[in-house]
């Protein structure tokens, strides 16, 4: 039995009773004396597993009744090299999680994976993510909210408003950190507003944790507010846009998703056409602006206008 399955088995054994005498302890873990001192030794040098002996009662607990929440060892040593992968690819992203934060966590992790500490470490530097169109965030903003959100407290703020630069005070109580398309944003309540509110991170100038307590609110209403928050299927559907993409650009488009409801299908001269529900086109023009002259919209009439009259402008720019 690997190390691994010992600490799984022996957490699994104070999970079903809270104090375990030593001869429980080697009947559960189905090994001898002086395996389960030496498991017990690592389990609280190496894994940070709180278990004591009591001498009076001649049982191990965890110390001083503690509730434990369970530890990464529950996870198998692939599970681990999963989330290996994913800290090494947010150590990518500009301005993200602070590197000081992310080792700590990335050490423990790697005492856990059972491989050739030297493959690991090849396998991590092969694995590289290439942010694009990102706006530049202070590790300390995103730091300071963090600690916001963990603690469930308010936050007071300036924030820069981007379309009409206007700076404003405000108070909010932080609900949820957002990457979304390379940048950040935060979900929070505003007191200001009396009202779910969204905020670019980088547009927070100043920001001061306050001591009173974050407003909650209700499960059901966060999940509403996220649903119709983001990305081109944000909110209520209002129309329907229908795309057709040149046989050129047709098996890139064909393997991504623009919308979770989206239909598809190959016409028989190759051009790819797909069609979804949308809510709001600004974020949708710019997607389709970018293939250029290897898309056009089929419909609705409305945006298909819009797309021709910002390609006219565009065509006339280079005619000056």
């Known amino acids: 039995m690997n190390e ?9 054994a104070f999970v079903e009773k809270k104090k375990l005498t030593p001869s429980e302890l080697r009947k559960k873990l189905e090994c001898g004396r002086h395996t389960i001192y030496r498991t017990l030794v690592r389990a609280k040098s190496e894994y940070g597993i709180p278990i004591e002996y009591d001498p009076v009662e001649k049982v191990y607990r965890f110390e001083d009744d503690q509730k434990y929440s369970l530890p990464l060892i529950w996870f198998t040593p692939k599970d681990v090299m999963v989330l290996l992968t994913l800290l090494e690819a947010f150590r990518e992203l500009p301005f993200g999680i602070v590197d000081s934060e992310i080792t700590p966590f990335k050490e423990r992790l790697e005492k856990i994976v059972n491989t050739n500490p030297s493959s690991l470490n090849l396998l991590l530097k092969s694995i590289r993510i290439l ?4 706006r530049r965030t202070p590790k300390e903003a995103l730091s300071t909210l963090c600690t916001a959100i963990s603690s469930g407290k308010k936050v007071k703020m300036k924030y820069k408003d981007r379309q009409n630069e206007n700076v404003t005070e405000r108070v909010v109580s932080p609900l949820q950190l957002v990457r979304y398309r390379d940048n950040w944003y935060l979900d929070a309540y505003c007191h200001r507003n009396d009202d779910l509110r969204i905020f670019s991170v980088d547009r927070i100038q100043e920001m001061e944790i306050l001591k ?32 057709k993409f040149s046989p050129q650009i047709s098996k890139w488009v064909a393997s991504e998703e623009w919308h979770p409801e989206q239909k598809s299908s190959f016409d028989k001269n190759g051009f790819y056409i797909l069609e979804f529900p949308y809510s709001d086109e600004r974020e949708l023009t710019l997607d389709i602006l970018r293939y250029g002259d290897d898309v056009e919209v089929k419909s609705p009439p409305s945006l298909r206008d819009k797309i021709k009259e910002k390609l006219k402008k565009a065509y006339q720019q280079y005619q000056r």
């Open 4 to 12: 691994v399955s010992k600490m799984n088995m022996l957490l699994q």
């Open 212 to 243: 009173t307590k974050a407003k909650k609110v209700g499960k059901k209403v966060l999940q509403e507010f996220y649903r119709t928050s983001y990305g081109i299927f944000a909110g209520k559907p209002k129309n329907k846009v229908v795309l």
């Open 131 to 134: 942010p694009t169109h990102f």
